[in-house]
């Protein structure tokens, strides 16, 4: 197959972890290109399939990344993941989708772009000491920030800022966090293997950028059924998915669903990388 991997401008040659898919891609016999999602010079009809990976920047330019997406899908040309599934996934309202599906999430309240929120009144009434305040439309930690009921009042003003520019997510910040989010990678509908991340000391940002560290772990019994079971309310067939939750008492709990372009720590599990081209040439062929 010709294959593209999709990266951003400011790593035009992917991650590491998407360098080592490409090698495995080319290792066995398929034609790979990094391709950076907005460069206006590629002819994406070349492709038999376009794999999303490092876009790293489609936070920040939703719609045109969407857009760009949806001419894609409206050449003919095969996404990993489908456009539907990144439509749905882009924006974390699917967190309140899932939980009315019975799906354990971590609590989330969620603000409409330009909702009037008295921001300690809300943390009064969710009884929530401490809370985590982000974009729906994020990645990275991107605009995320912490802010506790002794706070509030002078963080209603950045509160106000956020939500001028679009939907917004409060949520408790979860003791749990200390010990660690596990991350679940599965590979088209097959699991792969688990991460456990661990915020610095002091911290509730797990991602590497904060000074967050990750290793490789064989996650509790029970766990992956657990994923799966979340991973079942998909409809759409799907490459990759990363779930990313915390073990609230016996329960995992749902932090996020990550379908776009998340690190799937490839180079963490020997396995990996020929597990995933095993699943993407399986799906190409169906």
């Not at 290792?27 to 999303?52: C, E, F, K, L, S």
């Not at 909702?115 to 009434?125: K, N, P, T």
Request: with cysteine; net charge negative.
């Amino acid at each position: 197959m010709r294959l593209g991997l999709a990266t951003y401008a400011l790593l035009p040659q992917l991650a590491i972890d998407d360098q080592l898919f490409l090698m495995t891609l080319r290792q066995r016999g398929h034609r790979v290109d990094a391709v950076v999602w907005d460069d206006t010079h590629i002819d994406w009809a070349d492709y038999d399939g376009v794999i999303i990976r490092s876009c790293w920047d489609y936070h920040k330019r939703p719609a045109e990344f969407l857009a760009w997406i949806d001419r894609l899908d409206g050449m003919g040309v095969r996404l990993w993941n489908p456009a539907p599934l990144l439509h749905w996934n882009h924006e974390k309202r699917y967190l309140i989708e899932l939980a009315a599906q019975s799906i354990p999430i971590v609590p989330t309240i969620y603000l409409e772009r330009g909702a009037l929120v008295d921001l300690a009144q809300l943390l009064r009434d969710q009884q929530w000491a401490d809370a985590v305040i982000k974009p729906a439309i994020a990645a990275t930690a991107f605009h995320t920030w912490r802010t506790n009921i002794t706070q509030a009042v002078t963080n209603q003003q950045q509160l106000a800022a956020l939500v001028a520019r679009g939907a917004v997510l409060v949520q408790p910040l979860m003791p749990e966090i200390a010990q660690g989010e596990w991350s679940l990678l599965f590979f088209g509908g097959e699991f792969s293997h688990a991460v456990l991340k661990r915020p610095a000391p002091g911290d509730f940002r797990s991602q590497d950028d904060f000074g967050g560290t990750v290793e490789l772990r064989n996650p509790p019994p029970g766990m992956v059924d657990q994923a799966q079971h979340i991973l079942s309310t998909l409809s759409s067939p799907w490459l990759y998915a990363r779930v990313d939750g915390l073990v609230v008492g016996s329960v995992f709990t749902l932090m996020e669903l990550e379908l776009i372009e998340p690190s799937l720590f490839l180079s963490a599990a020997p396995h990996a990388a020929n597990m995933l081209a095993t699943a993407l040439e399986r799906l190409s062929a169906e």
